[in-house]
């Protein structure tokens, strides 16, 4: 590379960061700033007030969170729930698109009203999940008490733990598998029909079609997908928050200690103790996928 072109790449590079420079300043303000001052924030007793000193108690505030009971359970209800809705939106995800992937009649509508649950407000898929089992004018409990006489009586459906737990994870994967849905059949409409074709001569089920073609092809997004999924559900909030007060998923719990017991400290060290626990988990996962492809 002679001196001229040098210099132009090097001035070409300058023009690109001083392009970047106002988005960069803006993510650092943004994100970098919050991120750090809710380190720092985390190692000090944060009073209400905030004309008045904060109190450093250095790792006082781990230590509280560690010697925590609600803390355990939280996180216990937290891991479940991340597993369940993560397995279960990517395979119903995962389901849908390969079974749709090929022509039919109404296609777009139907492809349309699976990604409506990820387009439309969450708000109002909330309040119609929580108006379907109503106890009193609900369509779930008039089909079951008054038209299949299933039961005497409407359950409570939002009253009770176990069944509160699995209706907001229900609604979890109702609102995200569109995602993977989504993901997944870009991917697939990128595979050559002929490798299909090839393997139908040679006598191969649905199965091997599967397992030799469409899941190598995949593997890559369904890594991706699995890792996103993890991280939105493993922080979720509203939607457990608005659904139902007997899930008390580690979002929950963290706004509940930083705005009803306002022990700011406390939340900064549950923040910083999740982000390490799925930072760690991600790059686990990561780390074990890539390693396969690999060998």
Same mark, same amino acid.
Not at 33 to 57: C, E, G, T, W
Not at 228 to 244: D, G, H, N, P, T
């Given at each position: ?81 991340? %597993?369940?809705? !993560? @397995?279960?939106?990517? *395979? ?5 698109? $390969? =079974?749709?992937?090929?022509?039919? /009649? ?111 092809? %995949?593997?890559? !997004? @369904?890594?991706?997908? *699995? ?5 939105? $559900? =493993?922080?979720?909030?509203?939607? /457990? ?55």
């Amino acid at each position: 590379m002679t001196t001229a072109h040098l210099t132009r790449a090097q001035s070409n590079q300058r023009f690109a960061y001083s392009l970047l420079a106002p988005s960069l300043l803006l993510l650092l303000l943004l994100i970098g700033y919050p991120m750090f001052y809710n380190v720092y924030i985390s190692f000090f007793d944060v009073p209400l007030n905030p004309k008045m000193p904060s109190l450093f108690v250095g790792l006082g505030n781990y230590l509280s969170l560690f010697k925590d009971p609600t803390f355990y359970r939280s996180l216990l209800v937290t891991i479940s729930f991340t %597993l369940l809705v !993560t @397995l279960l939106s990517t *395979v119903v995800g995962l389901f849908t698109a $390969v =079974f749709l992937n090929r022509e039919f /009649v109404g296609k777009r509508w139907v492809n349309a009203i699976i990604i409506m649950s990820y387009v439309v407000p969450s708000i109002c898929l909330i309040f119609v999940w929580k108006y379907m089992f109503n106890n009193i004018f609900g369509i779930v409990n008039y089909i079951l008490v008054d038209i299949l006489r299933l039961a005497k009586t409407a359950p409570l459906w939002f009253d009770k733990p176990a069944s509160a737990f699995i209706l907001v994870a229900l609604f979890a994967v109702w609102r995200f598998f569109p995602y993977a849905h989504m993901s997944f059949t870009a991917i697939l409409q990128s595979i050559d029909n002929t490798l299909y074709e090839a393997a139908e001569i040679d006598g191969a089920t649905a199965w091997n079609k599967f397992t030799a073609i469409t899941y190598p092809a %995949l593997k890559q !997004t @369904l890594a991706t997908v *699995v890792s996103l999924r993890i991280i939105w $559900v =493993f922080y979720i909030y509203a939607e /457990v928050y608005l659904l139902s007060s007997k899930v008390d998923v580690l979002g929950v719990y963290l706004y509940k200690m930083a705005f009803a017991t306002r022990d700011f400290g406390k939340a900064a060290a549950i923040s910083i103790v999740l982000f390490v626990l799925i930072f760690s988990l991600i790059m686990l996962i990561r780390k074990k996928v890539f390693k396969h492809e690999n060998d």
